[in-house]
């Protein structure tokens, strides 16, 4: 197992002040992070990827979402394909990072609804820009990992059993999923059961709390969900997502208005300690 922690609760643009603080990540025992590619270019993610190399960090990334504008599933063909050129620039940032996995929920918009789920058209759509990014994601040594989200974020991906069938549609070992924790609190009747499914096809695993603050505290009964993975042969990422309300932009996205976390340190500390000890007890 490789304990990671996505960035997204510390910043939304990763910089050289927040390098004190991936240091203090290090001394807790992380062995990588998870780096949000929101904006900037090649050149930045470049240089930031050494930074890493130095501290020995790993790393994958959380990629922002498709726009309306910029929509890979769209009926219009223009969209479609500022929506594929958006994809191609968040894997070049990852490569240049030197992340181990592009993940995050890059599909379809969040927040914009048909009324109805997927079309046979948007899946299609889907699964031909995932394909071809998943070949030149193994052409660098990286899978990808696409994130289902919860039916009140997104209709095109809300279950493993539509991930399951989506994997099998895009048809490439390098596409795989991540499975969020905090998501399937709300879609899953059955998480165990859903983990079993989704099995090898794992990419990422985001550990969330059902409020989305720090593990352990809430509901979410992490104890039995990593004896699954344990039992299916799991050894990847278990990453850390959290989220304050200390970052607006990222606040507005996740819908959180209060404090989750008395602070960085408690929130750092106090996850990777839960994470490994339940980790080990599984």
Not at 236 to 252: C, D, K, N, V, Y
Request: negative net charge; hydrophobic residues 40%.
């Amino acid at each position: 197992m490789k304990l990671g922690i996505n960035l997204l609760c510390l910043t939304d643009f990763v910089e050289d002040r927040h390098l004190a603080s991936i240091r203090r990540l290090q001394d807790l025992g992380y062995d990588g992070v998870e780096i949000p590619v929101l904006k900037g270019n090649v050149a930045h993610y470049e240089r930031l990827g050494r930074e890493l190399d130095a501290l020995g960090l790993g790393r994958s990334t959380t990629s922002i979402v498709p726009t309306p504008e910029a929509n890979p599933v769209s009926p219009d063909a223009e969209i479609r394909a500022r929506g594929l050129t958006h994809l191609d620039w968040a894997l070049d940032c990852a490569i240049a990072l030197g992340a181990e996995s592009m993940g995050g929920p890059f599909h379809a918009p969040i927040g914009v609804f048909t009324g109805s789920g997927p079309s046979e058209d948007e899946l299609k759509y889907g699964a031909d820009a995932h394909r071809a990014l998943a070949e030149r994601a193994a052409a660098h040594g990286m899978h990808l990992s696409l994130e289902p989200l919860n039916r009140f974020e997104t209709y095109y991906l809300n279950t493993m059993e539509q991930a399951h069938a989506y994997v099998d549609r895009v048809g490439h070992p390098a596409f795989r999923i991540m499975y969020d924790t905090f998501h399937a609190n709300v879609e899953e009747s059955r998480p165990e059961a859903a983990i079993r499914l989704i099995g090898r096809d794992i990419g990422v695993f985001h550990v969330s709390e059902n409020d989305r603050g720090i593990p352990g505290r809430g509901h979410i009964d992490f104890p039995a969900m990593f004896r699954v993975l344990k039992e299916i042969g799991y050894d990847g990422w278990l990453t850390l997502e959290a989220f304050g309300a200390g970052l607006p932009a990222i606040a507005t996205a996740t819908r959180v208005w209060r404090p989750l976390f008395p602070d960085f340190e408690t929130l750092f500390s106090e996850s990777a300690t839960f994470i490994r000890k339940t980790w080990a007890a599984a």
